[in-house]
């Protein structure tokens, strides 16, 4: 039983910032993936960033880089996504997902490479 629990959604003005945390509990791969995903209003889910447990090296999708911020805290078991100057296009539901250390696609933020996922915490940017 694997449970992920995202928190620190809020409604924010354009150019704000956000904290959100995911908190990881269960018979999870603590030497796996963690990564947060979002899908926007209308659009697929996409990949934001993901972070790989044993060395702490990230990956981020191109349309967040040098804005967002993703971190992990193993000894609580809590991944965050710091979220700077945020945007209208920023607006999404986020989920926080994991993967196990095998699913190296998980680098590649392909969606089935992640098997545990959290119930999503929304973002809503506004002018």
């Known amino acids: 039983q694997v449970q992920l629990v995202e928190s620190g959604g809020d409604s924010v003005q354009t150019g704000g910032s956000l904290r959100l945390s995911c908190t990881a509990s269960?018979?999870?791969?603590?030497?796996?993936?963690m990564g947060w995903f979002r899908r926007p209003p209308g659009k697929e889910r996409e990949g934001v960033a993901v972070?790989?447990?044993?060395?702490?090296?990230?990956q981020y999708a191109a349309s967040v880089k040098g804005r967002f911020t993703i971190s992990l805290n193993s000894a609580k078991n809590t991944v965050y996504l710091y979220m700077n100057n945020l945007q209208r296009e920023d607006t999404a539901m986020y989920y926080c997902?994991?993967?196990?250390?095998?699913?190296?696609?998980?680098?590649?933020?392909?969606?089935?490479?992640?098997?545990?996922w959290g119930q999503g915490t929304q973002v809503t940017v506004s002018s």
């Open positions: 997902a994991s993967a196990p250390n095998d699913a190296r696609s998980a680098w590649f933020f392909t969606p089935r490479a992640f098997q545990n």
């Open positions: 269960g018979n999870f791969d603590v030497n796996g993936y």
């Open positions: 972070i790989y447990a044993p060395d702490h090296v990230t």
